[in-house]
């Protein structure tokens, strides 16, 4: 029995042997195939032959170690200790040993599955699964159901005009406003604070005029205006305009439009300043029950292409003044004007909101808003202030004169952004 064995051991040992020297065979090949190789880059590389030659002989010597690693191993190898060592363990092999071990493990799956199905109560897995059930299909039920009034709050935004074409509605989303719109409107902002700024550097003009005249009439009458060292020093001031938050009641204006209107709030946000309920971006709709009502009769010759096309009115001209919304003496005779009435047609949000007075909705614009947690940073929506301002799709900039908060020295320094 063990003779047959060591043969096969010494078949096996001789054709690794002839294994090993066909290996050492095809590396001299490979070092001669690198030789020729390495003489034709020599040619072609010319002066750059000398880097390349040592990276050759490197990689020559490389191949030279291994060559020589598998000769020394395969002169060590002694095929008969090779064969004696297999021919021992078979021998030391106990079949009967590994059938007991075997059967014994077969058994213990055996005893572990039986324990299973004893303990195995049917009714207590069914309700499990049931209750899996449930739950996966109220998971479900309010993904669809949240789905839905995303999908209905999109409609909501969409409408369709006389010849059938679908096009955003008034409300519009900030995320479509083009960015020919939204240039207008940030140009709009940048051009007010550019008159502001012209308006006030002409106030200082006239005050610095004004206390150089005093000046005069006291150096030349000392004795009728007074010394002229006790004339306090002209000193010019900063043009400074407090950013106040726009609350319900607040008054708006359109530059293309002929009266100033409040801005509403039908129902509010639980957020309040001085005792007024605070606005944010979303409040910009249009319609009398709404956010944003007509300014009036629209100046602007984009009004003709609404369809349909709004009816010609006469009103009474307004009694605030169109650019401080101070209200004028009621027995003056302002006269009527007559013109095609204001649609207002809101493209997109309110622009030049404050970020960081954020507005949680009441859920009538955004019923998503009020379900994120506190801790992310796109639940709520910018606050709106007297610098914000909306477009209208007839050109019309449409701004806050007045921010609607009933001040007095309690709230006046505090309310200041």
Not at 167 to 196: C, K, P, V, Y
Not at 327 to 345: Q, S, Y
Not at 359 to 375: A, L, T
Not at 392 to 402: H, K, L, N, S, W
């Amino acid at each position: 029995m063990i003779r047959p064995i060591e043969d096969i051991a010494t078949r096996n040992a001789q054709q690794i042997i002839e294994h090993a020297e066909n290996l050492v065979e095809m590396g001299s090949n490979a070092i001669e195939t690198i030789t020729t190789t390495g003489n034709n880059i020599r040619d072609f590389l010319g002066e750059e032959w000398d880097s390349f030659n040592e990276f050759r002989n490197d990689l020559m010597e490389s191949g030279r170690e291994r060559l020589d690693n598998i000769a020394e191993s395969i002169s060590n190898f002694d095929a008969r200790e090779f064969a004696g060592n297999l021919a021992e363990s078979i021998s030391n092999f106990d079949a009967r040993d590994f059938a007991d071990s075997t059967i014994e493990r077969g058994q213990e799956l055996l005893r572990n599955t039986a324990y299973f199905i004893d303990n195995f109560d049917a009714r207590e897995f069914g309700a499990g699964m049931v209750d899996s059930a449930q739950r996966t299909w109220e998971s479900v039920s309010r993904g669809i159901s949240e789905r839905d009034e995303r999908n209905e709050m999109r409609n909501q935004l969409l409408t369709t005009d006389s010849e059938g074409n679908s096009r955003l509605s008034t409300i519009g989303t900030h995320e479509d406003m083009d960015d020919n719109t939204r240039e207008r409107g940030n140009s709009f902002l940048e051009e007010r604070n550019q008159a502001r700024q012209y308006l006030w550097n002409q106030e200082q003009d006239r005050r610095r005029d004004e206390w150089y005249e005093e000046k005069a009439r006291r150096e030349t009458y000392p004795d009728i205006y007074g010394c002229p060292t006790e004339l306090e020093p002209f000193v010019a001031e900063e043009l400074f305009i407090p950013e106040l938050y726009a609350v319900r009641g607040a008054k708006l204006r359109c530059n293309k439009g002929t009266h100033i209107r409040k801005l509403n709030l039908p129902k509010d946000h639980g957020i309040y300043i001085t005792g007024e309920p605070m606005v944010h971006k979303l409040d910009c709709v249009p319609g009398d029950d709404k956010n944003i009502t007509t300014f009036g009769v629209c100046e602007s010759p984009d009004i003709y292409l609404l369809r349909p096309r709004p009816p010609t009115i006469i009103l009474k001209k307004c009694k605030y003044n169109s650019y401080t919304g101070d209200e004028m003496d009621d027995d003056e005779d302002l006269g009527n004007v007559r013109g095609t009435a204001c649609t207002p047609t809101i493209i997109g949000y309110w622009l030049g909101t404050h970020n960081d007075t954020r507005i949680v909705d009441n859920g009538e614009k955004d019923p998503f808003d009020k379900r994120k947690s506190n801790d992310d940073p796109s639940k709520g929506y910018p606050a709106v202030t007297t610098e914000s301002v909306l477009v209208c799709r007839c050109g019309g900039f449409i701004e806050v004169v007045d921010s609607g908060q009933i001040l007095d020295e309690r709230f006046a320094e505090q309310d200041q952004l």
